[in-house]
């Protein structure tokens, strides 16, 4: 017993001290200028970059290998838990609560340091001196054309499989070569300047089952990529998990990112895979009948790609799905974003400006 009361103390001071300084993250986090400046393009940058010193030429997930440890690790836990009350070893069962305080209490304190004050960073249209623009009836309609007409001269030099669906002409390090070329051509500094090795995920069908098709870990500053995803896809999937690795944090500005660098490359297949999701975004955002007239000159090349990517995600959707999103969902909203995972699809103003841009 003496030696419980000495522990019991010492565990106690442990999670204070984690929990104080979690907190104190978090606050210094929501404060703008400190958060920018001293943290997100200082401390958090910096460790960001270290951490991918390590991390970044290996050619293994970090992040799946620790979510199966984590899985596993989570249901030994629960039974080792559930074994120690029945049997009454309380002071074993508190052990095992004890160091899971500890652990979350740290990972919260690295996301505090890796990843919150990225929350507090100027818009990402700032690093690309896109104007501000307001969205109305005749400039959305606009930009939709233009995109559609874009997307439609650039589909006709795409090479396509026997299901109609576009073929990337690149390997999956070529696509990092060619977006960290455009990373590193974008002015200033706002994008961090080294570089990002996305990593292809091999367990990329139970990512698809649960509705993911890519995912930043900022605890190994890895850019994660679902490689069972349409070809068309992958090129703005990619982009946009490496936005995150350069400092992005809200999914619609590193939508737009993606956008922006993929429908400005010099490179098709780019081009192609964000017009594909532009020309989405802005048709579903018209009404009915400006919709349908849009969606009926797409070239039948493009509607295919269209057919065909809904019904490869459509095989994937049920309870896992549903129970992925509602804790991504969950997570957003928990980070100050009030849309949750609708925010992944705010980005019809930031299209337009974009549009106005480019004409």
Known sequence: MKLLSVRRPQRLRVLAALALAAAIVFLLAEIPAVAQSFLAEGVTRRLSRLI?????????????????????????????????????????????????????????????????????????????????????????????????????????????????????????????????????????????????????????????????????????????????????????????????AKGVSTESEANLAAYILCICSEDDFLRYSGLLDAASRLLNALPEEQYSELYSRLSEEVRTEYRNANAHYEKYEGILDRISLFFNDLFLKSNGIPSGTRNYSETTRSLVALYESLV
């Open 52 to 244: 991918g010193r390590i991390t970044n030429y290996i050619p293994v997930s970090f992040y799946e290998i620790t979510a199966v440890l984590l899985i596993l690790g989570g249901v030994s836990c629960a039974v080792f838990l559930v074994i120690d009350l029945c049997k009454k070893r309380f002071s074993a069962a508190l052990t095992i609560l004890y160091r899971l305080g500890v652990a979350l209490l740290a990972v919260l304190l690295a996301f505090g340091l890796l990843y919150a004050p990225l929350y507090e960073r100027a818009p990402v249209a700032s690093a690309f001196g896109l104007p501000a623009t307001e969205v109305t009836a005749e400039n959305l309609y606009d930009a939709a054309e233009y995109y559609v007409e874009e997307l439609n001269a650039v589909s006709a030099r795409m090479e396509r499989d026997a299901q109609g669906s576009a073929v990337c002409p690149h390997t999956f390090n070529e696509l990092a070569d060619l977006l960290n070329a455009a990373y590193d051509a974008v002015p200033g500094d706002y994008f961090a300047p080294y570089e990002v090795r996305p990593k292809a995920v091999a367990l990329s069908v139970p990512m698809s089952y649960l509705g993911i098709t890519g995912i930043y870990f900022p605890f190994y500053a890895e850019a994660n990529v679902n490689v069972n995803i349409p070809a068309g896809d992958l090129p703005v999937t990619m982009a946009h998990e490496m936005a995150h």
